[in-house]
């Protein structure tokens, strides 16, 4: 039922009233649109850079900060944790302990 007489699909009144706008279009008025995007971004980095991860043989501890782990860690031993030590050389001697102790 149309509000109007009009020829059917070529009436700009009725076109006019089917078009909308995205929410990301209009930030101020849908905050949760931004923060939804920009989560949504970490979590494809954090897929991507999880699936890598697995292809080399290291099996991170878990998905999310997974790109972070990727970047930022200088042993496999950190990646596995998910602890990030920060000194490089101590993180390769607690990688070498390890090891050693599993033996």
Do not use: W, Y
């Not at 989560?39 to 999310?64: C, H, N, S, V, Y």
């Amino acid at each position: 039922m149309r509000p109007h007489d009009c020829s059917g699909e070529s009436c700009f009144g009725c076109k006019i009233q089917t078009i909308s706008f995205a929410s990301s279009a209009m930030p101020t008025r849908r905050p949760q649109a931004a923060q939804t995007n920009a989560a949504e971004k970490r979590l494809t980095r954090d897929r991507d850079a999880f699936k890598a991860m697995r292809e080399q043989g290291i099996q991170p501890a878990r998905l999310k900060g997974a790109a972070e782990m990727q970047d930022r860690a200088s042993t496999k031993h950190e990646i596995e944790t998910g602890r990030l030590i920060g000194n490089k050389s101590l993180a390769t001697k607690v990688e070498r302990t390890v090891k050693e102790l599993a033996k």
